[in-house]
Structures are given as structure tokens and as C-alpha cells.
């Protein structure tokens, strides 16, 4: 069982810049791979960004690219996402999700190949 929890989310105008964190209790932390996502209003759950078990390895849809920088700190169970730049398209609720898969190296988009889930932050950005 994994439990994770999502903060950081809030009211930003255009241009500005947010920093969520999720924190993660239950396993090892360490050897799994994480995700963020985020839902708009009417829309599917979307892939932002991944990071594998050690960090070396990142990867971001092509919308968020140059303005978004997912990290992870092992030692405080805790993943983050630094969004600089935001825009008002990037209104939306932000989950954070652990993959349980053993390799903890491959970076997966579909939400579907995520085992746990946040309960998500709410990110809204005005123009």
C-alpha cells in the first residue's frame, strides 16, 4: 500500500510560477518510478511529466517542456513539480502517481500503468 499526498497547489497569475510537492508514505519509495498528471475541467487525466527511481531520468509531454522540471528527493519521500511560466491552459487539478513496476527505470504516460494515486491539488492560473 502506497499513500500519497499532494500540497503546493493555488492561484497564480500568467507568467507566474507554482512548486507542488508529493509526499509519499507506505513502501520504498526509493525504487519506483513517479508521475504527475492533471485533469482539466471536462478533459481526460493527461500525462505532465516522469521520473525514474534515481531521478537521472525525466521525461514531459512536449506542452510543459522548458517551463516544468520534475524532481525527487529519496531521502524525504517526496517528488515535486516546479512549473515556471504558467499559462492559463495549465489550469487544472495535478495528481501525483507511483509505479510500482520492479524495473523503477522505465517512464511510463498512460495513466493506466500507474498503481496509486493522490488525491490531487488544484492548480488554477489567470490570465
Known amino acids: 500500500q502506497v499513500q500519497l499526498v499532494e500540497s503546493g497547489g493555488g492561484l497564480v497569475q500568467a507568467g507566474g510560477s507554482l512548486r507542488l510537492s508529493c509526499a509519499a508514505s507506505g513502501r520504498t519509495f526509493s525504487r519506483y518510478a513517479m508521475g504527475w498528471f492533471r485533469q482539466a475541467p471536462g478533459k481526460d487525466r493527461e500525462f505532465v511529466a516522469a521520473i525514474n527511481w534515481s531521478g537521472r531520468s525525466t521525461y514531459y509531454t512536449d506542452s510543459v517542456k522548458g517551463r516544468f522540471t520534475i524532481s525527487r528527493d529519496n531521502a524525504e519521500n517526496t517528488v515535486y513539480l516546479q512549473m515556471n511560466s504558467l499559462k492559463p491552459e495549465d489550469t487544472a487539478v495535478y495528481y501525483c502517481?507511483?509505479?510500482?513496476?520492479?524495473?523503477?527505470?522505465?517512464?511510463?504516460?498512460?495513466?493506466?500503468?500507474?498503481?496509486?494515486w493522490g488525491q490531487g491539488t488544484q492548480v488554477t492560473v489567470s490570465s
Open positions: 502517481a507511483a509505479d510500482l513496476r520492479p524495473d523503477g527505470e522505465f517512464l511510463r504516460v498512460n495513466r493506466h500503468d500507474y498503481d496509486y
